[in-house]
Structures are given as C-alpha cells and as structure tokens.
C-alpha cells in the first residue's frame, strides 16, 4: 500500500499547511512553546500514516493508524 496514494494522507498534509499558516502569525514568544507543540501535533498524522504504510504486518500498519487518529490499541 502506497500512502502518497491515501486520500487520507493526502488531507493530512492539507491540514499540516494550513496549521503551519495559521501558527506563523503567533506572537514571538510561543515560537518554542505552543507553536512547536501545534505544528509537531499536524506533522505527526501524517508521518504516523506513512510509518504504517511501511510496516510488515497488517497488525503493525493498524497501530499506527490508530497513533495517528489518536487512539491507541
């Protein structure tokens, strides 16, 4: 399975712009702190997705699915 091929990967990348847009206008002193947070927050579903993506087994490509939508197992 290719995720580049995934709608739902696709989205997630729509999503990861539009935060990093939206945080880029945050006051200075957030850079480090709450800004950080937010961006690795959107960064994270889509690499999540593409780690599953990668894996062997079935199993292993569900949990980390599951990580992405923020749920574990």
Known sequence: MEYINLDVW???RKLTNLVYDSTKNYP??????LTNQIRRCAV??????AEGCGR???KETIHFLFIARGFSL
Do not use: H, L, Q, W
Request: hydrophobic share 20%; no cysteine.
């Open 28 to 33: 200075k002193d957030e850079i480090f702190g």
């Open 44 to 49: 994270s579903v889509p690499s999540n997705i």
């Open 56 to 58: 062997n087994t079935s």
């Open 10 to 12: 696709r989205e997630s």
